[in-house]
């Protein structure tokens, strides 16, 4: 069974700092794919960036980096120069490449960034 | 291009009731997940439906439903509401990528309080 692990129920970063916000993840699968979501309090997820399994380099996309360690399974998110508007839940998640796991995310139980001016 | 759209936005039932929520994927995509969000469980994986046909259920009680039309929008029902079933429910317009990567984008979802 796939698995997601976030450790961090809750982060603060100073303004215009780096953060690292963890997340692990247990699969048998040979192939997936990782993704982050950005959740402010009004609800809607917004998708950040991915990476799949596959992929030799690090996702970028703005600000945002993937820290993907395949033989540790982690694939922490990266944001630089933070911003009062990064303050939401962050998600990580997974999904399987087969086509027997179509449309199914699973998702960990979130990081609550708080960006401090 | 439009996004994903989700109506209505906040609902709220009674015990015994039954709902509908409705979801329009962003145009072209034919492919939408249903998701529930509580702060107890999560978020959870409930259905997927790719040209009018469901692919994949995730672990609901036979009371979630849901379809999808031939336009791509999908709803989903809720019938003989619990009051555990006062959740955020969100829609994924879901795109597909090289790999069979697929990247799912979300609607802004519907908030939906049972009492």
């Known amino acids: 069974a796939q698995k997601i692990t976030q450790t961090q129920p809750g982060m603060f970063v100073q303004e215009k700092e780096a953060v690292t916000l963890d997340c692990t993840y247990d699969?048998?699968?040979?192939?997936?794919?990782l993704f982050w979501y950005k959740q402010p309090s009004s609800g809607e997820m917004i998708f950040l960036i991915y990476?799949?399994?596959?992929?030799?380099q690090n996702a970028t996309e703005g600000r945002y980096s993937l820290n993907f360690q395949k033989a540790r399974k982690s694939a922490n998110l990266v944001i630089s120069a933070s911003q009062l508007g990064d303050s939401a839940m962050y998600f990580c998640?997974?999904?399987?490449?087969?086509?027997?796991?179509?449309?199914?995310?699973?998702f960990g139980q979130g990081t609550t960034l708080q960006v401090k001016p | 291009k439009a996004g994903v759209t989700q109506t209505p936005r906040y609902l709220i039932k009674t015990r015994g009731q039954q709902v509908t929520l409705s979801c329009s994927p962003i145009?072209?995509?034919?492919?939408v997940s249903w998701y529930q969000q509580t702060p107890g469980q999560g978020l959870q994986f409930l259905f997927e439906y790719f040209s009018e046909t469901q692919r994949n259920k995730g672990n609901f009680p036979g009371r979630f439903s849901g379809r999808q039309f031939s336009n791509s929008r999908s709803e989903m029902n809720v019938s003989t509401l619990e009051l555990g079933d006062s959740a955020l429910y969100l829609c994924?317009?879901?795109?597909?990528?090289?790999?069979?990567?697929?990247?799912?984008?979300f609607g802004p979802g519907t908030r939906l309080l049972v009492l």
């Open positions: 994924a317009s879901i795109a597909r990528g090289k790999a069979g990567l697929e990247t799912q984008y």
């Open positions: 998640a997974m999904s399987k490449l087969t086509s027997s796991n179509t449309g199914k995310l699973i």
């Open positions: 145009s072209g995509h034919r492919s």
């Open positions: 699969t048998s699968d040979p192939s997936y794919g």
């Open positions: 990476q799949g399994s596959y992929d030799q």
